[in-house]
């Protein structure tokens, strides 16, 4: 080896080393900060977010009303190509809640029939307990996005890590239905605004093409009022998405026609 | 109509990169990787790999027609010169109909037209990285707080081009929203109201810069800003008593210039 190849290699190899060292101390910086961050959130990792794959489809709607876990899916039963849906909203917030979990489970529900070899439901048709249609969108495609790749458990629970002390999350799951479903909810005495911000932000970071996945980012105030709500479900509608927003008369925020 | 969207950080990085030559570009990743790892271990915060945002503040200018409320259709040209919003925000260049007369916001309605975002936004239509699109958005009368937004296409592809005519239109089981014709969606929405108040729209939303926003409805050459009533045979153009209305979240000002119809009229954003 010639001198100036070994002054070459030499120069790369101590290149190596200092940004092995960088890497080194960044890794347990990152590291110490996910502690730290992690011992003062009051997250509830969900349960269901490594449900038992389910036998049928009455045991897949029971864990994706359970993963949920407000009770805002009454019931719900598939008729031929139809999903019926009940759901039992009680003001608007929920509203914006119960249709984001009723769409979610009409995708579950196809993509374990098509799983299943069995022919998907294609219609949603939601209604509240009264049989009266409910605000949701009577949903004419149904069928998770196959080519994105799945969320693995933990996702969406690490997008919430950085929110400041201030904020204390609710819950927080990547639900295995959809290709991955993330629910986020936070109650914080900051402007709700500036917390939606935070954690919109936080996902989008965790989840870069986020608009491949179904999510519901939920910010309360310290009394657990829903102050905003934003909820996106790719595929539904007829075929693109469809997205829905809340936002409690009298906070100031800027997401929706 | 022009649209813009935003430049993202790795376009920049891309071109950056690209521009160094192959021999120095080994070298140059091993000081990037070593001086990034450097300061994340030193609590230096980088910027964020990816962002969303939502907008700060929210503006709109529209014309309303009628003062009985019977509409059950109308329709309008959409065309303009620009709708950005510049700085993370969205803009709505829209036709529809409302239960009551337009206040500043949650009423039961149906809205159709174009939706354009910042590359950083996020709003009802999801986000963030939504191409300029045709989309829909409703309330309905139990949940006038509740916004949905849907994806009908995107600008330039299934249909979908500059200057479509976008209609709302009341039928026997609900309502539905067309774009040139096109059902953009297949199924009728139970909104809770059966006739109203048509309006056209322009919106913007932004966080430090203000938008850029000129679009006119009906422009010549095209059929007028039109209604129906629940007793009309066929549409009417909308006259000289639409009335205007604005609102402004950033401070008490007019920001916006509202034409008057008949059409062509053009909705401006004139705010500072």
């Given at each position: ?8 290699l030499s120069?790369r190899r ?5 940004t092995?060292v960088?890497?080194?101390v960044?890794?347990a910086a990152?590291?110490?900060s996910l502690g730290?961050a ?11 977010d490594?449900?038992a794959?389910?036998a049928s489809?009455?045991?897949l709607i029971?864990?994706?009303e359970n993963?949920f ?11 031929g190509?139809?999903?019926n849906?009940t759901?039992?909203?009680t003001?608007?917030?929920s509203a ?6 009723a769409?979610?489970?009409?995708h579950?529900v196809?993509?374990?029939q098509s799983?299943h070899?069995q ?5 949603l048709?939601?209604v509240?307990p ?7 969108l009577p949903?004419a495609?149904i069928g998770?996005?196959a080519s ?7 996702t969406?629970e690490?997008a919430?890590?950085d ?5 204390t999350?609710v819950?927080?799951a990547?639900?295995?239905?959809a290709?991955g479903t993330?629910?986020?909810k936070?109650?914080t005495?900051?402007a709700?605004?500036?917390a939606m ?10 989840i870069p093409?986020?608009r491949?996945y179904?999510?519901l980012?939920?910010?309360q105030d310290q009394k ?9 479900v ?7 998405g469809?997205?829905s ?7 100031n925020?800027?997401?929706h026609? | 109509?022009?649209w813009?969207r935003?430049v993202t950080?790795?376009?920049s990085?891309?071109?950056?990169h ?14 990037v990787?070593?001086l990034l790892a ?6 230096i ?6 962002a969303?945002?939502l ?6 200018g529209l014309?309303y ?5 019977n ?7 959409v065309?303009?010169g620009?709708?950005h919003?510049?700085s ?7 036709v529809g109909?409302q ?8 009423v039961a ?14 709003d ?6 939504l191409?300029p699109?045709?989309?829909f958005?409703?309330t309905?009368?139990?949940h006038?707080?509740q ?7 995107y600008?330039g ?9 976008f209609s709302v ?11 040139n ?5 297949p199924?009728?929405?139970?909104l ?18 203000t938008?850029?926003y000129?679009?006119?409805w ?7 800003w039109?209604?129906y009533?629940t007793?009309s045979?066929?549409?009417?153009d909308v ?6 209305v604005?609102?402004?979240s ?5 920001d916006w210039y ?5 059409s062509?009229?053009y909705?401006?954003w004139?705010?500072?």
């Amino acid at each position: 080896m010639r001198a100036r190849d070994r002054l070459r290699l030499s120069r790369r190899r101590g290149l190596l080393a200092l940004t092995a060292v960088g890497v080194a101390v960044a890794v347990a910086a990152v590291g110490a900060s996910l502690g730290g961050a992690a011992s003062h959130k009051n997250v509830r990792v969900a349960g269901a977010d490594n449900p038992a794959p389910a036998a049928s489809i009455a045991s897949l709607i029971s864990q994706v009303e359970n993963g949920f876990g407000d009770g805002l899916v009454q019931s719900a039963s598939a008729n031929g190509t139809t999903l019926n849906v009940t759901v039992a909203p009680t003001d608007d917030a929920s509203a914006t809640v119960a249709d984001f979990e009723a769409a979610v489970l009409a995708h579950a529900v196809a993509d374990w029939q098509s799983a299943h070899g069995q022919s998907p439901v294609a219609s949603l048709n939601e209604v509240t307990p009264d049989g009266s249609s409910a605000s949701g969108l009577p949903m004419a495609q149904i069928g998770s996005d196959a080519s994105a790749d799945s969320l693995t458990s933990g996702t969406c629970e690490g997008a919430a890590q950085d929110t400041p002390a201030s904020v204390t999350i609710v819950s927080a799951a990547t639900l295995p239905y959809a290709g991955g479903t993330c629910v986020l909810k936070v109650q914080t005495s900051d402007a709700p605004n500036a917390a939606m911000n935070n954690l919109a932000n936080g996902m989008s970071n965790a989840i870069p093409q986020m608009r491949n996945y179904p999510y519901l980012i939920e910010v309360q105030d310290q009394k657990a009022v829903p102050q905003i709500i934003l909820t996106w479900v790719p595929g539904s509608g007829d075929g693109k998405g469809e997205g829905s927003a809340y936002v409690r008369p009298g906070v100031n925020a800027a997401v929706h026609g | 109509m022009t649209w813009t969207r935003g430049v993202t950080a790795m376009d920049s990085l891309r071109r950056s990169h690209l521009s160094i030559t192959s021999g120095l570009r080994t070298r140059f990743l091993f000081v990037v990787v070593f001086l990034l790892a450097g300061a994340a271990g030193l609590g230096i915060a980088a910027p964020p790999a990816s962002a969303s945002c939502l907008a700060e503040w929210d503006s709109w200018g529209l014309n309303y027609h009628g003062v009985n409320g019977n509409d059950v259709r109308t329709r309008a040209f959409v065309q303009g010169g620009g709708a950005h919003a510049n700085s993370c925000g969205y803009t709505w260049s829209t036709v529809g109909i409302q239960e009551n007369p337009p206040s500043p916001s949650n009423v039961a309605m149906l809205q159709a037209g174009y939706h354009t975002q910042t590359s950083d936004n996020i709003d009802d239509c999801g986000g963030p990285g939504l191409p300029p699109a045709a989309v829909f958005e409703y309330t309905t009368h139990d949940h006038p707080a509740q916004y949905h937004c849907v994806i009908y296409g995107y600008l330039g592809s299934g249909g979908v081009t500059e200057g479509d005519l976008f209609s709302v239109v009341k039928q026997n089981s609900g309502w539905q929203p067309f774009d040139n014709g096109a059902a953009m969606y297949p199924l009728n929405l139970a909104l809770g109201f059966s006739s109203g108040f048509s309006f056209v729209r322009g919106e913007a939303a932004w966080t430090t810069t203000t938008p850029d926003y000129y679009m006119t409805w009906g422009p010549t050459g095209t059929t007028h800003w039109q209604y129906y009533l629940t007793t009309s045979s066929g549409y009417s153009d909308v006259g000289s008593g639409a009335t205007p209305v604005h609102s402004d979240s950033q401070d008490s000002d007019n920001d916006w210039y509202i034409g008057t119809p008949p059409s062509p009229f053009y909705i401006q954003w004139i705010g500072g």
